[in-house]
T-cell receptor, first 111, second 117 residues
Framework: ELKVEQNPLFLSMQEGKNYTIYCNYS?????LYWYRQDPGKSLESLFV?????AVKQEGRLMASLDTKARLSTLHITAAVHDLSATYFC???????????FGAGTRLTVKP | GAVVSQHPSRVICKSGTSVKIECRSL??????MFWYRQFPKQSLMLMAT?????????EQGVEKDKFLINHASLTLSTLTVTSAHPEDSSFYIC?????????????FGPGTRLTVL
């Protein structure tokens, strides 16, 4: 069964600092997603990573995928308060429709 | 494009009643829709996969007789929580996959918050 592990689960950052969230998964996959969730809201799609070595950037967030290591990272550059939210990675198992979510990383950016 | 709606957004009901939640793809056709449940401060857990015109596939531990899923058309799937109890209180989120989208990305609805008294 596909397992997805995220760390850290909680992250408190100062504004202006950099940090990385890690997402490991257990079986072969070529589709990895990053989502943002604000309290009481549904998911907002951030990145879709479809191949080994894929790197995508949007504003202060950059995501990468290493399918050989079964690892994706979400890097935060010069954090601002507006980035405070819970971030989830999700993985689709190869040849399977199902998507499995990591536990989520609750990010708090302090002034 | 790729908008998914859910109705209602919030529902409060008494224990023992049934509640129906609708999930619609507004601007695309979805042969596959997914139902997730999220408890407070937890991740999303897949409950079932709903395929248009066929029976839903339920995840292990999800009671199919309690959570009835109907995917009657390419734009609508419904989840009925039968004889709801307080432990069924949760945030229910659906997603849909565009039939014509080769990328297979799932598009998520805004969620339905169910509170069972």
């Amino acid at each position: 069964e596909l397992k997805v592990e995220q760390n850290p689960l909680f992250l408190s950052m100062q504004e202006g600092k950099n940090y990385t969230i890690y997402c490991n998964y257990s079986t072969t996959s070529d589709r990895l997603y990053w989502y943002r969730q604000d309290p009481g809201k549904s998911l907002e799609s951030l990145f879709v990573l479809l191949s080994n070595g894929a790197v995508k950037q949007e504003g202060r967030l950059m995501a990468s995928l290493d399918t050989k290591a079964r690892l994706s990272t979400l890097h935060i550059t010069a954090a601002v308060h507006d980035l405070s939210a819970t971030y989830f990675c999700a993985v689709e198992e190869y040849n399977n429709n199902d998507m499995r979510f990591g536990a989520g990383t609750r990010l708090t950016v302090k002034p | 494009g790729a908008v998914v709606s859910q109705h209602p957004s919030r529902v409060i009901c008494k224990s023992g009643t049934s509640v129906k939640i609708e999930c619609r793809s507004l601007d695309f056709q979805a042969t596959t829709m997914f139902w997730y449940r999220q408890f407070p401060k937890q991740s999303l857990m897949l409950m079932a996969t709903s395929n248009e015109g066929s029976k839903a596939t339920y995840e292990q531990g999800v009671e199919k007789d309690k959570f009835l899923i109907n995917h009657a058309s390419l734009t609508l799937s419904t989840l009925t929580v039968t004889s709801a109890h307080p432990e069924d209180s949760s945030f229910y989120i659906c997603s849909a996959r565009d039939r014509l989208d080769g990328g297979n990305e799932q598009f998520f609805g805004p969620g339905t918050r169910l509170t069972v008294l």
